[in-house]
């Protein structure tokens, strides 16, 4: 998800702790549509997509990313939401996460995707969501999200199942930017 505002990471570049920026799939690629399979087990591969994943995220610059936007069909996500500046980053990382609850009381957010550079619509959603997902260290975590965090988890949630904010829009609204994106697609291969 693309966040509103710069921000930044911090501490060392990729190349020095061993990172790489991965290319975000641009939206109308297939792969954005494909429901991805579960990790399971935590791995060091794993713990290396999400590492590449949050550096990706902070340069793009987003406040999510989904595994599925970096061509990898695997239910992990990562945000940080954290947004106030000289505020400290609270890089999360989410193995196989499951909404188990959504509070009755609805948020409209304008959301935007680092898939869909751009493009920004009001996306009505639960205001609250409690999530349950295995973290790095293998253990079990739920947490109650809420406000931006609630979006964002969502948002991404979303992209494990082959949604895209898109689809929260009238036909025709889905239809123009999806023709706009193929065309910034078409120029980008040009270059």
């Known amino acids: 998800m693309r966040g509103g505002g ?64 970096v061509g990898v069909a695997k239910r992990l996500l990562v945000m940080d939401c954290v947004k106030e500046e000289g505020a400290a980053p609270r890089p999360m990382v989410l193995v196989d996460p499951e909404v188990v609850d959504r509070s009755p009381a609805t948020a409209v957010c304008e959301e935007g995707c680092l898939s869909i550079p751009e493009h920004f619509a009001e996306v009505e959603r639960p205001a609250e969501v409690t999530v349950r997902w295995t973290a790095l260290d293998g253990r079990p975590h739920e947490e109650r999200f809420a406000g ?10 979303d992209h494990l199942n082959g949604v895209v904010f898109l689809d929260y829009l009238t036909p025709l609204k889905r239809q123009m930017i999806t023709r706009k994106m193929q065309k910034l697609k078409r120029e980008r291969a040009r270059a």
């Open 6 to 69: 710069a921000l930044h990471g911090g501490g060392a570049s990729p190349k020095s702790r061993g990172m790489t920026l991965r290319p975000i799939l641009l939206w109308p690629d297939p792969r954005l549509r494909s429901r991805a399979e579960p990790v399971g087990r935590v791995t060091r591969d794993v713990a290396a997509l999400a590492d590449d994943m949050l550096e990706t995220m902070y340069e793009a610059p987003g406040i999510g990313l989904a595994a599925p936007q």
């Open 148 to 157: 931006l965090w609630a979006i964002c988890v969502q948002h991404e949630i």
